[in-house]
Each structure stands twice: as C-alpha cells, then as structure tokens.
C-alpha cells in the first residue's frame, strides 16, 4: 500500500495532534467565556501537515451577505461562505470536506472571520481533534427555540424551564447588565429577551428573576453568542 496517500497521512495526523482545549477568553462581555480560536488549531496541524506532506486548497460554493443595523443604529455585515476544502497528499490522492462559515462584523471582515471559521471547524471534524468540553450530541435533546422578528436570530431556549419551587435570592445590577451584554453579542433585541423571560416564567422584567432563572437565561444566550464569534 503507497504509504503517501491522504488517507495514512489523515491517520497519522489524527495519531499525533492530540486535544485543543479552550484556552482562549472573549472578555468582551460580563464574565466572558472560553473558546478555542483557529490559530490553536493552526499551530497544532502545520507542523504535522508539512511533516506527512498534506496541503489544503479552499474553494467557496456560495456567499450570502447581508446588512443588518444594530440597535445603536450602526451597521452590522452578516456572512454566510459555504466553503469546499480539498486536502491532498503528495500522491495526489484528497479528500473534501464542505462546511459553513458564518460571521458578523461592523468593518469589513465578517468575511474574513466566516472563512476562519470555517476552515477551524473542517479541521476538527475531518482530523476528529478531541477537546476538553466536547459534548456528544446524543446528550441531550435539542431544545425548542424562538425566532427574532427583528434580527431573523433563533433563540435556544431550554425544552421545560427549571423548577422554581424555591426562592433563592435574586440577581444583582452586576448580573442583569451581564445578561444584558450577552443579550446585545447574540444580536438579540430588549424585547425578544422580554418574550422569552415570559414564556417561560412570565417575567419581563430580569429583576424579577431568581438566580436559577437568571442561569438558565444566561447560558442559553450564552450558546448562541458563541456559535456568532468562536
């Protein structure tokens, strides 16, 4: 068997690059989160590509871009590259992966952050790089979701709400500006927050939330966020 071909350099690489955790933090809003950027995956594959002699060449499908204004009334770039990315050995023998790269920038580099994007996410898929945090899918169930009239941005909200038969304390300015931080880096506007506070606990005001609501708010805004920037 020819031992250059794209398959045994694919096995060799998954062999060798070992896990990239979250070791990066978005301090952008309230108490941030982490994340792993598409340079921690450059820096762990280059070596191993040059060292089985596999190179990538990328082809964008399709590119949908739109502008959206934000709430402060500056204008917001959306993009969406669906993009080919061939990986060949020096055999000639390759193999193809197609993913979406999605992205929003007030500049001029929504599409350059979509192709990051893009490319970190065909990596990991196509060479099964392993992560601290990673969650099999089959975990859990996936949840109902609200779509935002305004932003056209969908919403994952929890499949029941958490049970609410105690009263911890509840939460502080600190914590209602952070969940309006998130809120704002999710794109999702005051009032879409407003419905779903009151879906689920009749509640539009987060002052009048307990801690536990408060959470389970928080980190499903939190989700979406991540999905627009990791």
Do not use: W
Not at 21 to 38: A, C, D, L, T
Not at 62 to 73: V, W
Not at 183 to 210: C, G
């Amino acid at each position: 068997m020819n031992e250059k071909t794209i398959y045994t350099a694919i096995n060799n690489i998954m062999e060798e690059v070992g896990a990239i955790s979250k070791s990066k933090k978005n301090s952008s809003q309230g108490q941030g989160f982490m994340y792993r950027g598409v340079d921690d995956v450059m820096n762990a594959l280059q070596p191993l590509l040059i060292k089985y002699s596999v190179f990538c060449v990328p082809e964008v499908l399709e590119h949908i871009r739109e502008e959206r204004q934000t709430k402060s009334g500056g204008n917001l770039i959306y993009s969406i590259l669906k993009i080919k990315y061939t990986f060949y050995a020096a055999d000639g023998t390759n193999v193809n992966t197609i993913v979406l790269g999605e992205a929003m920038d007030s500049g001029d580099k929504a599409s350059n952050k979509a192709l990051s994007i893009a490319f970190k996410y065909a990596c990991f898929q196509l060479f099964c790089i392993p992560t601290e945090e990673m969650k099999d899918p089959d975990a859990e169930t996936p949840p109902d979701s609200i779509k935002d009239n305004d932003t056209d941005v969908e919403i994952t909200t929890p499949e029941a709400p958490p049970p609410t038969n105690y009263k911890p304390s509840g939460v502080t300015e600190k914590q209602i500006k952070r969940l309006y931080a998130i809120s704002k880096s999710a794109n999702v506007t005051d009032d879409t927050l407003k419905r779903l506070m009151f879906k689920y606990y009749q509640k539009d005001n987060p002052k009048d939330l307990n801690r536990q609501e408060y959470d389970f708010i928080c980190d499903n805004l939190q989700e979406l966020a991540d999905k627009m920037i990791a």
